[in-house]
């Protein structure tokens, strides 16, 4: 690789990782899996077969393992039948007869789609929270088929205060009671209580199924260890016999949605099952007095911080969750000052800018020099075309004396691929983006695509505009073609595809500020130059 054409190279490879990260997602989209009943195990029962025997090992002596000790839901006639509803200003969640969560609706008008209707965040056929599972078969047979009982009001309020609800259900050798307490943020404490000791696993649910874009999202199930490891489970790559003991957190989750258990302080046993294809399904290993906290509902930052702030920690961004973390805080840092996420994203860029500006301007510079120096090297090339030994060492030679540094570009562009990629997950997962507006009359959804397709013209614009400015040293007029068609291209992308305006947006303004920048440096080098002529004209006289 010829150095002086490392630069350019090194944004060519960005681009064309962007497409293979995010393009290619879009365009070949995982096929969504079949519909799954209440079974986790690939062997499906029919209503006609009997679930298989599994061991029944003490709780206390053994390695929790729902794999082995869980018996498979069997098919039920309480499916879906309501037992009673818990509701405040911002949820709607449905109780049913089995003592589960069988819907969670958010009515916050955010969530509403163009119809006007409310987002139900819990698939019909999937695996509901607060499901119960013997290791017992013919226990487990009948508590799918005893529909608990409830003594309280139908519908429960708790817009302004936190309620409790009890759940009892009468098996013929056991009594199994749930006390709920629902708090008005979608938070909630249940206690799980046994008659008597029995081997059994309680699930926050299948992940809820709250987005169906097609981008390359993070979703599935996520553990946090009582030493701070987090395990991420994505579907597609559960094996089924996965156990971590000492959980503090326990999450199944969607792109802006989950459902979570977790336990600070008593840690839990969580075992993992394989649904359909690889999705993970969480099971937590019950006690005779099983205490756990819950919540359900959007991923939002301050809720889950009000409720605890380690369960922050269940926000997942992917890859660059290391880098996506800290970016997201300063976001909701700058938006706590400015309310609104549109000039949060401008401000947060511009932050960017400032913080690599010494690298960019060195790079820069850099490039100027190369870009002065690239007739020299041409002719050292037809010099000494025969001998590239002699020909590097004459151009390193050149260089040193005419303080240019070939990889002087490299790194800012270097610190760009990790910064965009990071901030691409932030405005892609995080849920305060949803419904927020930044000029209300143009760009009323910063996680919805342009409307109007301003947004990706602007920045396909600005990137012609921005290759114009900037020094070209490109000896392969090959690589010179492709990098003038990159502004049309990405142009392109982001029309065809639904990208989050949020996301275009930052793209568009880094690239005003890159110009800026790019202004600014040309002016200071054109200065240096004229200086340098000056007083080589007063070193002649």
Known sequence: MEQQDLNKRLLIALVLSFFVFVGYGYLFPVQPLEQVTQHPNPTQTTPNQTATSTPQTPMSNATPNASTRTAQAPVTTLEGERLM????????????????????????????????????????????????????VTLNTEAFKQPYTYSGSAVV??????????????????????????????????EIATSKPVPYFVTPGHRPMA?????????????KSSEGIITTIE?????????????IIVSAFDRYVASMFYAFESGMNVSVLKEGEGDPLLFVEGR???????????????ILHSINPELTD???????????????????????IVANWGWTIILFTLLVKLVLFPLSYKGMMSMQKLKE???????????????????????????????ANPMGGCLPMLLQIPVFFALYRVLLNADELQGASWLSFWISDLSAADPYYILPILMGASMWFQQKITPNNFTDPLQEKIFQWFPIIMAGMFIIMPFPSGLVLYWVVNNIFTIGQQYIINKAYTK????????????KE
Not at 89 to 118: P, S, V
Not at 211 to 223: F, K, N, T
Not at 314 to 325: N, R
Not at 528 to 539: D, P, S, V, W
């Open 157 to 190: 309020d708790v817009s302004t205060k936190a309620e409790t609800i009890i759940l009892t259900q009468t098996l013929s050798t056991l009594t199994l009671t749930k006390t709920i307490t629902v708090e008005p943020n979608g938070a909630y404490h249940i």
């Open 528 to 539: 240096q130059k004229n200086l340098a002529i000056e007083a080589h004209k007063k070193g």
């Open 85 to 136: 509803v818990v509701q405040s200003d911002k949820f709607k969640m449905t109780i049913d007869k089995l003592g589960r969560i069988a819907q969670f609706e958010l009515l916050e008008e955010k969530y509403q789609d163009a119809e006007g209707r409310n987002l139900q965040i819990l698939g019909e056929e999937q695996v509901k929270p607060l499901e119960v599972r013997f290791s017992d």
């Open 235 to 247: 579907d597609g790559d559960a094996e089924g016999n996965e156990n971590i003991k000492g959980a």
């Open 314 to 336: 269940a926000i997942e961004f992917g890859w660059f969750t290391f880098l996506s973390k800290p970016f997201f805080k300063v976001l909701l840092w700058i938006q706590s």
């Open 288 to 302: 005779q007095s099983l205490k756990l906290g819950g919540y359900i509902g959007p991923k939002e930052y301050e």
């Open 373 to 403: 120096l690239a007739p020299k090297m041409k002719e050292l090339k037809e010099k000494y075309k025969g001998d590239p030994a002699k020909m590097n060492a004459q151009m390193m030679e050149m260089y040193r004396k005419n303080g």
């Open 211 to 223: 987005d169906d874009s097609m981008y390359m999202l993070v979703r599935g199930g996520l553990i």
